[in-house]
């Protein structure tokens, strides 16, 4: 039974950092990783994503620079550390897998390309 767990979220002041962590297990490596996030009344969007290799990751605009994605391969353990915060970046953040059949520099950013999500962790960003 595959489970996504995430954690570290939380209500931050504009500027401030948090550091998200998901855990996936049911699933055998490799597989591929990200992050989506979707506020009130908006689709749900591509925040970061990371190959099964670990070694090519990709951000959307509004978050390059201030947000980093990463994981540990052997655990399937993903992180996305958020420098900077926004009010604008106040969404729930969801964890996202799907096995690979190759650790490969593929870097998934569309939603539909996954199978498996967490259940989200808030984040609040206050102005």
């Known amino acids: 039974q595959v489970q996504m767990v995430e954690s570290g979220g939380g209500l931050v002041q504009a500027g401030g950092s948090l550091r998200l962590s998901c855990t996936a297990s049911?699933?055998?490596?490799?597989?591929?990783m990200g992050w989506f996030r979707q506020a009130p009344g908006k689709e749900r969007e591509v925040v970061s994503c990371?190959?099964?290799?670990?070694?090519?990751?990709a951000a959307s605009e509004s978050v390059k620079g201030r947000f980093s994605i990463s994981r540990e391969k052997s655990k399937n353990t993903l992180y996305l550390q958020m420098n900077s915060l926004k009010p604008e970046d106040t969404a729930m953040y969801y964890c996202?897998?799907?096995?690979?059949?190759?650790?490969?520099?593929?870097?998934?950013?569309?939603?539909?390309?996954?199978?498996?999500w967490g259940q989200g962790t808030q984040v609040t960003v206050s102005s």
């Open positions: 996202a897998a799907n096995p690979a059949s190759a650790y490969d520099g593929l870097c998934l950013l569309q939603p539909t390309a996954y199978n498996y």
């Open positions: 049911g699933l055998r490596t490799p597989i591929y």
């Open positions: 990371i190959s099964s290799s670990g070694t090519t990751t």
